[in-house]
């Protein structure tokens, strides 16, 4: 069990949120064995924003879900905020991403028969110290589509509607898979734009996972990976705002 306290709407958290030694990652695919991961090494700060970069198979999905809490290494420790989140059991593992995780995927995964607001409210209702929906999706730039369904929402819509649900909870994390990876640009950038938003407003130690190397520019730091390994990281002298990127 780790405890952990997280921080809060309004602050920017100083030091390393997570610290990654040594995650190896070996899925057993019958006789054969996919190491996925190679003995990461890796820290994300408080408050920053942060690029994963990579072709497919390249390993980014999985390390997102060790430190998200949905996976575990096969090897390696990885801290939260000093906790060891290796060591939690699943309970622990539970409490975690309920309380200090919030997820966008590349698929929306939201309700058909509910709207915008109430798919957010399924967070709000759970959670010890929610933004409103209303706020949540305000924040994403919804304010306006709260009570329309998904099928009333296009593709970069229902995917902000997703972010505002993740963030609602206030989560000290947000982890981002291939959050425009089903979208064009110019809907796309409306997704970074919300997503910056968070970030730069909330304090949110962001993670965004892509194979998309225009999106880099937008991160204070980028991490490459490649066959499991982490190739290079660099940090962003002057970082992008989502409408400048092309792709």
Known sequence: MIEVEAARQGTVAEGAV???R???KIYDMGEVQV??????????DGGELTVLLGPSGSGKSTLLNILGGLDVPTAGQVFYRGGELTAADEKGLTRYRRHHVGFVFQFYNLIPSL???????????ISPDPLSPEEALDLVGLGDRMDHFPAQLSGGQQQRVAIARAVAKQPDVL???????????????????????VNRE???TTAVITHNAAI???????VYLADGRIARVVNNDSKKDPRELRW
């Open 35 to 44: 190491h996925a991961l190679r003995g990461v090494d890796l820290e994300l």
């Open 115 to 125: 709207t915008a607001r109430e798919n957010v409210a399924l967070v709000t209702e």
């Open 175 to 197: 982890l981002c898979d291939e959050p425009t990876g089903a979208l064009d640009i110019e809907t796309g950038v409306l997704v970074l734009e919300a997503i910056e938003r």
């Open 22 to 24: 040594g995650i190896t």
């Open 216 to 222: 880099a520019e937008m991160a204070d730091r980028v």
């Open 18 to 20: 997570f610290i990654a």
């Open 202 to 204: 909330m304090g949110t």
